[in-house]
């Protein structure tokens, strides 16, 4: 028999509660203004590689549609370049946007797994809690062992120029107050609610 | 004038890695203009777009510590030169002072702690810096090397000028542009001057970032530049770092110094090319020994 798979969502399955949720975070007030212009899908340099555009995703949280938003492989795409944020005719703060929806697919695990991008972002918090400042060969190896470590190969011809050129920093940098500053992220974190 | 006293130096962790050859640069350019740096002490990573993606609490706790620290300072002109530090620095300030919630968390963090709340810190980039506290009439007045190089296409990327616009104008910035025709050198209408790198992206998803950064090479060489320079360490590295691969996957050979502006403006102000990190570039190796070659220097004045 044929099979006639919808395309496209019921209101019903959405989730408005978690719309109105997202509309109350710093930046994501004004999603709810949105005129579906398009320019933030016009002047971002990623959106051709998104599965959803920038423009669609603020459907998508304006409608409830929780999974579709935080599951999708756009908000890790962003690379946080404001472009759409300075365009938007409505003045929205889209990049501020997409953070909070890569913290919400964070904190519910919604993320593509062995995605290198979310585990970049998780390596670096722990990297800097741990030491107060970022390792670079660090941060490399443990994201490519944690998602993909066929990614090490693109990184050989560049890594050996950049060596020879002496930026390579094996120097492990560490701030002398790391207890001051985990004390100071905890506290933060739990002020947050995480 | 606040360049009498000077400014408290953020270096952030990329100039102490892959973007060493700013640091370099930029210290002996200040050391020429004689404005005095201070290093602020025991300074953390700024979490960069990762913190924000984990923890808002958190990320913002980066800056505040590192702005607390500075507020203890008599001097109040706190410079990182890396964008992101830029931009995660001057957004936490607009968060907490527009957003009470953003506020009450960063005061918790301070507080447990024991750090004391900051406030008067203003966060200010060398390129805002050199062209309003310097400014070009002093650039131009202190060039002492004539300009051997070829045409130049300032690229300013995406976070030192978006989404605030002290540094620049967010949608058309110009002030590189000015500083590097104030040291003789030719700049060309670089169209895509704020189109973004890509970021970490090169690293993460690599064909994507690097199609973004062929994309910034070809348009640069088609507008006739023969180096592009940059005031990210993030930017130098995407496109120094991968433009041998670029002209791999794309088939065409680049080989386009990319350098920061403040090594044009160290060698033009008289700076030890020693001391400029020049060394330290991988594409356009030749043209960087040519046009900074002490021997084929021409003064200025002469």
Known sequence: MMQFPRTMKFQREADPQWSEQVLKFPGCERVSSCIQCGTCSGTCPLSIYMDYTPRKVIALIREGFREDALSCRTIWLCASCYSCAVHCPQNIHITDVMYHLKRDAIRHNLFPSRFPIPVLAQEFFKIVKSRGRNSEVLLVLRMALRSNPFILFTMIRSGWQLFRAGRISLKGERIAEVAELNRALSAAREANGA | ?302
């Not at chain 2, 690599?206 to 910034?216: K, S």
């Not at chain 2, 160290?266 to 020994?289: E, M, N």
Request: hydrophobic share 40%; net charge neutral.
């Open chain 2, 1 to 302: 004038m606040p360049e009498n006293r000077g400014y408290l130096y953020f270096p952030g962790c990329s100039l102490r890695a892959t973007g060493v050859a700013y640091e370099e640069s930029l210290l002996e350019l200040f050391r020429v203009l004689d404005i005095p740096l201070q290093e602020l002490e025991d300074w953390n990573c700024c979490g960069a777009t990762s913190y924000m993606a984990v923890d808002e609490g958190s990320a913002f706790l980066l800056s505040a510590r590192n702005l607390s620290i500075a507020g203890q300072k008599e001097n109040h002109d706190l410079m990182p030169p890396c964008s992101a530090c830029y931009l995660v620095l001057r957004k936490t300030q607009d968060y907490v002072a527009h957003y009470p919630e953003a506020r009450r968390i960063v005061e918790e963090g301070l507080k447990a702690a024991e750090l004391k709340p900051f406030n008067g810190v203003r966060v200010r980039h060398p390129l805002e810096i050199l062209y309003n506290d310097v400014g070009l009439a002093r650039i131009k007045a202190q060039t002492v090397r004539k300009w051997q190089g070829g045409k130049i296409a300032c690229y300013y990327g995406c976070q030192a000028v978006r989404p605030y616009d002290e540094v620049d104008r967010p949608h058309d910035p110009i002030r590189m542009d000015e500083l590097m025709r104030a040291v003789g050198a030719e700049t060309v209408d670089y169209s895509l001057k704020t189109k973004c790198c890509g970021g970490s992206l090169t690293g993460t998803i690599h064909d994507v970032g690097v199609w973004l950064n062929y994309i910034l090479l070809k348009e640069a060489v088609r507008k006739g530049a023969e180096a592009i320079v940059t005031i990210c360490p993030l930017c130098q590295f995407n496109l120094d770092a991968y433009q041998s691969e670029i002209s791999k996957e794309a088939g065409k050979a680049f080989d386009v110094p990319i350098l920061y502006f403040t090594q044009v403006l160290g060698w033009a102000l008289g700076g030890d090319p020693k001391a400029l990190g020049l060394h330290r570039s991988i594409g356009g190796r030749g043209l960087v020994r040519k046009w900074f070659s002490v021997s084929q220097e021409v003064l200025a004045h002469a």
